[in-house]
């Protein structure tokens, strides 16, 4: 069974830096495409950034340059460091793996106050 | 980046058929950006129904297909239930990016 677990949100000023974890088990993050997703409460989620199985990784428009995705195969963790945060990125923050299936994790919340 | 296109709200009866379209600003729906479609109800995390243009998971009802329509993805509901009310968004892969649609309101009245 799939299971990936993010952490790391928190509540920040702008300006401010922040690094989200996404532990999986069940997949290998090496073997699967894995992407960030956000979500404001009543919106649509919005895609933020991508790693491919090879390693390469996109970000969206509205993030790049600021956030930065990695992983750590030897701890089946993705990464996603996110730097000059602004209140507009505040969100739910998940890691979805998109790769001969999709599997949410549950979430870390992001809050950028001014 | 590219805009993806859904209908904002659709109704379909109980034990009705309803089939929500997902389309793109760059052109044709193909199976090269493996549409997924994805379940959300108010508070909880959106659940996978088709991954691929049309897998499923173990745990999507079979009432639940996905194809390609017209140049469009498409997720068919058939045999609509009560439970069924919620928000759908489908996902699409390009090359270096994927994006989200705005999502469909299904009710089912």
């Known amino acids: 069974e799939v299971h990936l677990v993010e952490s790391g949100g928190g509540l920040v000023q702008p300006g401010a830096s922040l690094r989200l974890s996404c532990a999986a088990s069940g997949l290998a993050v090496s073997n699967s495409n894995m992407i960030w997703v956000r979500q404001v409460p009543g919106k649509g989620p919005e895609w933020v950034s991508l790693m491919y199985v090879g390693g390469a990784t996109y970000y969206a428009d509205s993030v790049k340059g600021r956030f930065t995705l990695s992983r750590d195969n030897s701890k089946n963790t993705l990464y996603l460091q996110m730097n000059s945060l602004r209140p507009e990125d505040t969100a739910l923050y998940h890691c979805?793996?998109?790769?001969?299936?999709?599997?949410w994790g549950q979430g870390t919340l992001v809050t950028v106050f001014s | 980046q590219a805009v993806v296109t859904q209908e904002p709200s659709l109704t379909v009866s109980p034990g009705g058929t309803v089939t929500l379209t997902c389309g793109s600003s760059t052109g044709a729906v193909t199976s090269t950006h493996y549409p997924h479609w994805f379940q959300q109800k108010p508070g909880q995390v959106p659940r996978t129904l088709i991954f691929d243009t049309n897998n499923k998971h173990s745990w999507t009802p079979a009432r639940f297909s996905g194809s390609l329509l017209g140049g469009k993805a498409a997720l068919t509901l058939s045999g609509a239930q009560p439970e069924d009310e919620a928000e759908y968004y489908c996902l699409l892969s390009y090359n270096g990016a994927y994006a989200f649609g705005a999502g469909t309101k299904v009710t089912v009245l």
């Open positions: 979805v793996s998109v790769y001969g299936g999709s599997y």
